[in-house]
Each structure stands twice: as structure tokens, then as C-alpha cells.
């Protein structure tokens, strides 16, 4: 009697989960239709005889002296212009994120319901960063080409506001995903809106800004490679005239920077990290 | 002496009036409550879990918004029928110490405890202590007065409950406010301590003329230092008496009980689970 017969037990999740995974993979089989996504293709013989063919031209890497000072001044340059344009998209999304704070609002407090203008404030900048952020750098650099024409400043408007939008949008997740009612006390306190944010908020979510700031960072970069391709200066625009040429030698050289300068931003982010822990 | 205190309590720090609270629900938090707090008065409030007694110290604290009836806090009647302006420089002058303070996990204890000076600094010199913490020492001395001196440069998260409570008020030996709530403020301390605590906080709202309100579970230590007691229970005042009169049956009625028999005495109701307190 102390010990039943054990009856069978089914987890309740059980058949959710299988239908979830069984509709997923239905839903991806015409994304791949459409697509025409076959890996057959990568196996035919005159792909294969082309890749291989420029495969080969990559080695040895281009590491002539002349290649490598050009190598440098455009690694400086894909740097310096992710730098200004990520500094400037914070310049951006810092100040947008404050108003936009909801756990920060005075006339929310106690009310469960904030004032119509503030509200009407936070709602606009979210929508105006969700704006910036959903056209692509790579269109806003093509834009500010036709307006300022080629070079560096084109690359660093268009990091500026897609990454403004998009760091101003993510740090407000941060805020609000923290536990704001060390915020709220001193708000009921008495402080104000920013003293509230500097002394309640940003202590606990300070490494996570900061990482994902330089997470940010090194994704400009690479984006700044890319926007290279459509003449905003840097890596890219040496990179697609190397491709052009089909010097695969120059093109791997190009790629090695690359990950040198994603790993260069790997190890800044964890050094960060470790320092403000 | 007495006509001296009796005069300086004529004058209303905080009242309520017929003051009824819903919670967004519909649920009715406070019922009809009408009580009225001196200058310089010091108040418990004890009642079981869930009697409204936080919500009470956030209403008196206009951190939330009575439903209906009337409102006066340090001079201001109806604090929420002005602008959100005003209403936040009233809440400059009341200090309210929530239940186990939400301290940020990261933040060094000098600057949770500065943080009390927040309301009488402006927005740059609060940046600048968060740059160099201007007034330490001040800091110090008042973690001194609950024998914590020696966690200054701690973070809080490697601090204890009780460390925090006292940390939480340590934050309140800095303000400057002539109203001061504090809502449960030794339920992580021992006996000891928590007395000493209390004591300390008591001795500060003394010393700056302050009106304190405090909600207890510890029915005991509420009769001991207070000269009155409010029980509230399912939202309403069950009883507001000078703490003389709150008898053992009061008390065993207040929280739901059998009368005790006659040789127990007030703290002997204490070990009788009503240290329970509300979890989320």
C-alpha cells in the first residue's frame, strides 16, 4: 500500500511541444522552396571548378610592403569610422533612452497610469528610434553618398542612426528588464529623474551597457566593411576592388584584419566586463 | 516639559480621511480610513500579513494614490489635486524606507547610503559624488550608529538582509525629512540588534522634531517603544490606542486568534506565527 503500482505519467508539454517543432519545420520547408535553397548547387562540377580556382588564388597572402601600409591606413579607417559613428549613435540613444524610460516617470508613480503628454513623448521617441533602425544602414549609406558623395562621412551618418535606433531601442530592454524598484524608492524619495536613474538604474545595469556598446562596436565595424562596398571609404571600398580584380591574396589578407579586429573587440568587451566587476 | 511636547503636537503632520484605497483590481486595499499623526509624533502600526499596512506607508508616503477621500501630509492637503511638480517636492520632505530596500546589487555601500542627499542635491552634485563620493565621512558616521562603519566600500550585494535593512536606514539618517515611514525596518534583524536599530532611528526622528510612522510584526518591540499603536487588519483600523491600553486580547483579536489565557502577556503573542510575512 506504501508503495502504488506506478502508473504511466505523460508530461502535459509533451504533444505542445512536438506540434510547435512539427509546425516549425513545415513553415521552413516553402522558406526554402522560395529561396531555391539547394546545397546541390555548391557541388556542381563548374561551381566547384570556380570557387577552387579562386580558392587557390588565395595563398600566399598579399603582404607586399606597399599592400600592408595600405592594409593599415584602411583598417585605421574602417575603425575610426565605426568609432564616430557608434560614439555618435550613443550620443543618440542615451539621452532618447532616458526620456524614454517608463520606469522612470514621475507622473506614473503611484497613478498606475502615466500623463498623456509624457506618454505621448515616450511613445514618440520609441517610434522615431524603431524608424531609424529598420532601414538598414547599407540604404542610409547609399542615401547620404548621393547627398555628401563618396567617402567617410557617408559611413559614419549611416552607423550613427541605424545604430542609434538600435542601441537606444536595446538599452531601454536593459533598463526596464532590471529590477526597477531600487529606482522607484528614491523616486518616492524624492529624486529626480535622473538622480533616480544614476543612483537606482545604472549601478546594476552598467556591464550590460557597456558590453553591449562594444558589442555594437565591433558589429560597426564589420558593417562599416560593408558600407566600404558602396563607397562610404575603409576596408570595403579596398576589399571590393581587390574582389573585382579576383586577387584572392589581397582579399585574404583583408579577411585575416578582420577577424584580428573582431577578436581586438572580443577582448575589449571581456576586459570591460572583468574590470567593472 | 510636558506642556512643551503638548503644544509642539498640536500642529498635523499627516492625516487621512475617510481615505479608501483599490488596488488597479478592484480590491479594496484600505477602507475608510480616517487617523491623524502629530508633529513629532512616533506611531506603530501592527497587523497581520496582507492588512494593508505597507500600503498605508506608501499612501501617507504619496507613492500611491488614494482612491477617495482626503489626503493632507506636512501641510498639503490633497497632494495629488496638485502638479506633478509640487507633488514631487512634497515627497522631497518624506522619507520612506520600503520593506527589505531594494539596494542596486552593484553599487558600493557609500553611495547607497549618500543617496539619502539625493533630494537636497541637485542633478550635478549627484553626479559628482558618484564620481568621488562627497560627504563619506557623514556616510560613515551614520553606518557607525548601526556598527556597520566597516562595510563603507562593500557592495551591497555582499551584504546580509539584516545589513541591508540597516543600510536602508542608515540612508535615512541622511535625509533631511521631517516625515519618516519605515515599513517593517528590523524584520531581518536579531532581537538585539533590531532594538538598537529601532532605537537609533527613534532617537534621530527625536532629535530633528521628525513625525515617524512604523509598521511592526514584532508586537512586542512595537509595545515597548511606542506610546501608540495602530492595528489595522483587512484594510480597516481595528484599533488606535496609546499603547497601554492595547491589551494581550486586543492583540490575540487584531490577529485572528484564541484569547490567550491570563498569565501571557503581550510578547508571548509574538511567537505565534505572525512573523509571516507576504511573498511574491
Known amino acids: 500500500m506504501l508503495l502504488a503500482k506506478p502508473q504511466p505519467w505523460h508530461d502535459p508539454a509533451w504533444p505542445g511541444r512536438v506540434t510547435s517543432t512539427v509546425i516549425f519545420l513545415l513553415l521552413l520547408l516553402p522558406a526554402g522552396y522560395i529561396t531555391e535553397f539547394n546545397p546541390a548547387v555548391f557541388f556542381d562540377a563548374t561551381s566547384l571548378r570556380a570557387s577552387k580556382q579562386f580558392l587557390a588564388t588565395f595563398f600566399p597572402p598579399a603582404h607586399s610592403l606597399e599592400f600592408l601600409q595600405l592594409l593599415v591606413q584602411s583598417a585605421w579607417k574602417t575603425v575610426a569610422i565605426a568609432t564616430v559613428g557608434m560614439v555618435l549613435a550613443l550620443g543618440m540613444a542615451l539621452p532618447c533612452s532616458l526620456v524614454a524610460n517608463r520606469a522612470l516617470s514621475l507622473s506614473r508613480l503611484g497613478r498606475h497610469r502615466m500623463g498623456l503628454l509624457p506618454a505621448i513623448v515616450r511613445a514618440g521617441i520609441r517610434w522615431i528610434l524603431s524608424i531609424l533602425r529598420s532601414i538598414p544602414e547599407l540604404v542610409w549609406a547609399l542615401l547620404f553618398v548621393r547627398a555628401v558623395g563618396l567617402g567617410d562621412t557617408a559611413g559614419v551618418m549611416a552607423i550613427a542612426l541605424t545604430y542609434g535606433g538600435m542601441v537606444g531601442k536595446v538599452f531601454l530592454e536593459i533598463y526596464e528588464a532590471q529590477d526597477t524598484r531600487a529606482a522607484e524608492a528614491l523616486l518616492v524619495n524624492g529624486a529626480g529623474r535622473l538622480q533616480a536613474f544614476c543612483y537606482g538604474t545604472l549601478p546594476s545595469c552598467l556591464p550590460e551597457l557597456l558590453s553591449y556598446t562594444v558589442y555594437r562596436w565591433e558589429c560597426a565595424i564589420r558593417s562599416s566593411v560593408i558600407l566600404g562596398f558602396v563607397g562610404a571609404g575603409g576596408l570595403g571600398q579596398q576589399m571590393e576592388l581587390s574582389m573585382r580584380m579576383l586577387n584572392g591574396g589581397e582579399v585574404l589578407s583583408f579577411l585575416l584584419v578582420f577577424i584580428l579586429l573582431v577578436w581586438i573587440a572580443d577582448r575589449i568587451s571581456k576586459g570591460l566586463r572583468t574590470w567593472i566587476d | ?280
Not at chain 2, 484605497?21 to 480610513?33: C, E, F, N, P, T
Not at chain 2, 499612501?59 to 482626503?70: E, F, I, M, N, Q
Not at chain 2, 553606518?143 to 562593500?154: G, I, P, S
Not at chain 2, 540597516?166 to 528590523?186: F, H, K, N, Q, T
Open chain 2, 1 to 280: 516639559m510636558s506642556r512643551g511636547i503638548r503644544q509642539v503636537q498640536t500642529a498635523t503632520a499627516a492625516s487621512l480621511g475617510d481615505m479608501t484605497l483599490r488596488y488597479r483590481d478592484g480590491r479594496v486595499a484600505l477602507d475608510a480610513i480616517t487617523l491623524t499623526f502629530a508633529v513629532g509624533e512616533q506611531v506603530a502600526i501592527i497587523g497581520p500579513s496582507g492588512a494593508g499596512k505597507t500600503s498605508l506607508l506608501h499612501v501617507l508616503a504619496c507613492a500611491l494614490r488614494p482612491t477617495s477621500g482626503t489626503l493632507a501630509v506636512l501641510g498639503t492637503a490633497h497632494p495629488w489635486n496638485t502638479t506633478t511638480a509640487t507633488l514631487h517636492a512634497l515627497r522631497k520632505r518624506i522619507f520612506l524606507a520600503p520593506q527589505m530596500p531594494p539596494l542596486p546589487p552593484r553599487q558600493r555601500v557609500v553611495h547607497t547610503v549618500l543617496a539619502g542627499r539625493l533630494p537636497q542635491w541637485n542633478t550635478w552634485q549627484a553626479l559628482k559624488s558618484l564620481l568621488y563620493p562627497v560627504d563619506a565621512p557623514l556616510a560613515e558616521a551614520a553606518l557607525a550608529r548601526f556598527r556597520m562603519e566597516d562595510k563603507l566600500l562593500l557592495r551591497c550585494d555582499r551584504l546580509s538582509g539584516g545589513e541591508r535593512q540597516r543600510v536602508g536606514l542608515a540612508r535615512m539618517l541622511l535625509s533631511a525629512a521631517p516625515l519618516i515611514l519605515l515599513d517593517e525596518p528590523v524584520s531581518a534583524l536579531d532581537p538585539v540588534l533590531g532594538l538598537q536599530a529601532l532605537q537609533t532611528v527613534q532617537e534621530e526622528a527625536r532629535a530633528r522634531a521628525a513625525t515617524m510612522v512604523v509598521s511592526l510584526h514584532d508586537v512586542g518591540l512595537a509595545h515597548a517603544q511606542f506610546q501608540r499603536l495602530i492595528g489595522l487588519r483587512d484594510g480597516k483600523v481595528f484599533f488606535d490606542l496609546p499603547s497601554a491600553q492595547v491589551t494581550p486580547e486586543r492583540l490575540a483579536d487584531l490577529y485572528g486568534m484564541e484569547p490567550p489565557d491570563a498569565t501571557s502577556d503581550a510578547v508571548a503573542v509574538d511567537a505565534s506565527g505572525i512573523k509571516m510575512s507576504r511573498c511574491f
